[in-house]
């Protein structure tokens, strides 16, 4: 069987060291062939560094060369590239989030089953081995039917101070759309079958507008800092389940990161990040937590075997384009209950209030 042809569009930091080092490890199913990035010399420098043959001007040229890409662009473009690159035939795994808007993504989802090819978003922290025992259990009903979900993705004042990462127009917005995506993703993934019918959200950028301020991720311009570096929401389920969640590029806390998913459930709970179980039994409270539990320290690998799989038709995808789609719109509604000053409510076809 001939190798998988893959190229990457836009080839900054998480296309190097994630994406690009992870084909590499799959090099008996997949050959990196293409790169296309609209510095043309980092393309070349990139291309020199993993030994990838082909660089092209357009990412549309490319479409002949390969069989599935890699969209690493900023959020503005995820859309526009992932259904042309469907409608020409090709396999899509994109970076998270999966589009700026809940239109885009359905645009996105409807192109990937007209096409009949496979369409994915990169939300690689479904694939941590924590996350995969979580869900395990969840598949399992140990803890009962959820009740309670919190949901935290905290840094103490990491404000990504290189790239676009504070550019609303290329990337809709900040530590909501780029980081807490990850832990909101993952919560819903372990919840399954849930339907936010309202959603109340505020948004702040006060601390990364103040000058003279310390940040441990570079310099940026405080004057000019037009997105959220802490977000708070509540959102309730159609199935009675109700999230607290925060997330934060930029908080004065105490820790320097705080990262967890917290489930609670009729019969038990749990949490995820350090993984442990928690029950009342025998006249006794009572937490668990494995000795051993089996997957990738790094998730990286599992997230691009499954791609591939799916795309050779051998397994089914752990991020399906529906479930990416549903993060979208929830953090869409969170960032609009922001600046309406309200809650949003939703029928199943979409925002109504």
């Given amino acids: ?9 836009g080839i900054g930091g998480i296309a190097q060291s994630r994406h690009i080092p992870a084909f590499l490890q799959l090099e008996e199913l997949v050959s990196i062939v293409a790169v296309h990035d609209i510095d043309h010399e980092r393309a070349k420098e990139v291309a020199t560094k993993f030994g990838i043959l082909k660089i092209f001007e357009t990412y549309q040229e490319m479409f002949n060369e390969v069989d599935a890409i890699v969209i690493c662009t900023p959020n503005k473009f995820h859309a526009e590239i992932a259904i042309a690159a469907l409608k020409a035939g090709i396999h899509v795994l994109c970076e998270k989030p999966m589009a700026l808007t809940a239109f885009d993504c359905k645009a996105m989802s409807e192109a990937a089953k007209q096409s009949g090819k496979v369409l994915s978003i990169a939300y690689h922290y479904r694939f941590m081995k924590e996350v995969q025992a979580a869900k395990k259990v969840m598949l399992a009903g140990e803890i009962g039917n959820p009740l309670v979900v919190r949901v935290q993705a905290m840094r103490r004042r990491k404000v990504p101070g290189w790239g676009v990462f504070t550019n609303k127009e290329l990337q809709g917005g900040g530590s909501l759309i780029d980081y807490g995506c990850h832990l909101l993703d993952l919560s819903l993934w372990l919840l399954g079958d849930c339907e936010p019918i309202e959603i109340i ?11 003279g301020q310390v940040n ?15 977000v708070t929401g509540y959102i309730k389920f159609s199935n009675g389940a109700s999230m607290l969640l925060e997330t934060s590029w930029s908080n004065n806390i105490k820790e320097d990161v705080i990262e967890n998913v917290s489930i609670s ?26 000795t051993w539990m089996p997957g990738e320290e790094k998730p990286d690998l599992p997230q691009a075997k499954n791609f591939v799989n799916a795309c050779l038709g051998l397994e089914e995808l752990v991020v399906k384009p529906e479930e990416a789609a549903r993060v979208s719109k929830i953090m869409e509604a969170i960032y609009e209950s922001s600046r309406i000053g309200s809650s949003v409510k939703f029928k199943i076809e979409g925002i109504v209030g």
């Fill in 1 to 9: 069987m001939s190798k998988m042809r893959v190229g990457l569009i």
């Fill in 201 to 211: 959200g505020s948004t702040y950028n006060v601390l990364s507008k103040t000058e």
């Fill in 216 to 230: 441990q991720w570079g310099k940026f311009d405080p004057s000019a800092f037009d997105v959220d570096d802490h």
């Fill in 265 to 290: 459930g009729d019969k038990g709970g749990l949490e995820v990040f350090p993984f442990s179980l928690n029950y009342a039994k025998h006249g006794m409270l009572i937490n668990s937590q494995a």
